[in-house]
């Protein structure tokens, strides 16, 4: 379609063509279709290792989409980073977060509901270090 300005002869202006509108759809669904194709990559298990070189795709993988855990058994005598990790909180949380963390903790680790009571008391273990730390401070 055509458009004018207003001084041509008819008076009346004719509408642009929606061009713009249909590139904007087609950007829009590039970027939603690139999304999907990030997400199926990275949800794929790593590739493994060949002797063509390092492994480095499993690397990269291992630190995008892999959570980390605590790796070692408990300690003989619960020590405040102990604790804060059991609890999931920080060192320096206020009293009612740590009570907060402890009970959202122990209702998943509860003997009552299946868990078993030796993680049960140490996660009431990591919470009086906590608290015990917070009343010094």
């Not at 202006?13 to 904007?24: D, E, G, K, L």
């Not at 999907?36 to 493994?48: C, D, E, G, K, V």
């Not at 920080?90 to 009571?117: F, Q």
């Amino acid at each position: 379609m055509q458009t004018t300005s207003g001084s041509a002869t008819s008076g009346k202006s004719v509408p642009q063509a929606p061009r713009s509108q249909w590139v904007m759809v087609g950007v829009g669904l590039g970027v939603g279709v690139l999304g999907l194709a990030a997400q199926f990559l990275l949800r794929r298990p790593p590739a493994t290792a060949t002797a063509a070189g390092p492994n480095w795709i499993s690397q990269m993988w291992s630190r995008l989409n892999a959570k980390t855990f605590y790796s070692g058994g408990f300690k003989e005598r619960m020590t405040l980073r102990e604790a804060s990790q059991i609890l999931g909180t920080s060192i320096s949380s206020p009293p009612a977060r740590i009570r907060e963390a402890h009970r959202r903790v122990i209702l998943a680790n509860h003997p009552d509901r299946g868990g078993s009571p030796y993680l049960a008391s140490k996660i009431n273990a990591a919470k009086e270090v906590m608290l015990q730390n917070r009343k010094k401070n």
